[in-house]
């Protein structure tokens, strides 16, 4: 089976530059999340959607921050304009339904704005 | 709002010997998940274990082992025979079962784990 895909793997752009990230959950997964993980701490959630729909998006700066998940399949996350403190990693993850599933995790983005 | 905090930055051990991760949390839900992931170097969030909150017995998966004391909202991972594979982060995270959490992880900052020969 494989597993969660994301593209790039590496990016650097400079600040007020726009980036986009891409994910392709584990086939028949419904639940695709995006996490932002800083150096040195644990991930925190950004979205989450459940098929096409967005489930929770409480903690995504929406005024530079935006993501679609056209067709309920696979996800774009973009950022415009970048900041300094939007470097990071960007994980996203896939379940097959919300609560009682394992989330698997892809490799991640690890972006850099300088 | 939940919160995990691991208060161990980071630990070392030396391979074939036990270790212990330490991890507490904040809630005020009965029923909830608990699970310590790995993160190589690679990046790839691996789950190590699971333990559901109203499940008395702890939690085991070969060399690794869960102690959970819910009354005092603690989550430690024992790692035992030590090996070098085992040099990761490993984070300790927190699941709601309903509310309207949905499923999202909430994390604790991570402990750097180094195996020596």
């Known amino acids: 089976e494989a597993g969660v895909a994301q593209s790039p793997r590496y990016k650097i752009i400079e600040k007020r530059q726009s980036v986009a990230f891409w994910c392709n959950p584990i086939s028949g997964h419904a639940t695709l999340y995006w996490y932002q993980q800083i150096l040195g701490q644990g991930p925190k959630l950004l979205i989450q959607?459940?098929?096409?729909?967005?489930?929770?998006d409480s903690q995504l700066p929406k005024d530079r921050f935006s993501a679609e998940r056209l067709k309920g399949v696979d996800s774009t996350l973009k950022i415009q304009p970048a900041k300094l403190e939007d470097s990071a990693v960007y994980l996203c993850?896939?379940?097959?339904?919300?609560?009682?599933?394992?989330?698997?995790f892809g490799p991640g983005t690890r972006l850099t704005v300088t | 709002a939940q919160t995990v905090t691991q208060s161990q930055p980071e630990m070392s051990v030396q391979e074939a010997e036990t270790v212990t991760l330490s991890c507490t949390y904040d809630t005020s839900e009965s029923d909830y998940y608990l699970f310590w992931y790995k993160q190589p170097p690679s990046r790839q969030m691996i789950l190590v274990i699971r333990?559901?909150?109203?499940?008395?017995q702890n939690a085991t998966e070969n060399r690794f082992s869960v102690n959970f004391q819910k009354a005092a909202k603690s989550f430690s991972l024992k790692i035992s025979d030590s090996q070098l594979g085992d040099a990761a982060m490993y984070f300790c995270?927190?699941?709601?079962?309903?509310?309207?959490?949905?499923?999202?992880?909430?994390f604790g900052q991570g402990t750097i784990l180094t195996v020596h020969p």
């Open positions: 333990q559901e909150a109203y499940k008395q």
């Open positions: 993850a896939s379940s097959f339904g919300l609560v009682e599933y394992e989330q698997y």
């Open positions: 995270a927190y699941r709601s079962k309903g509310g309207t959490s949905y499923g999202k992880l909430t």
């Open positions: 959607f459940q098929n096409n729909g967005v489930v929770d």
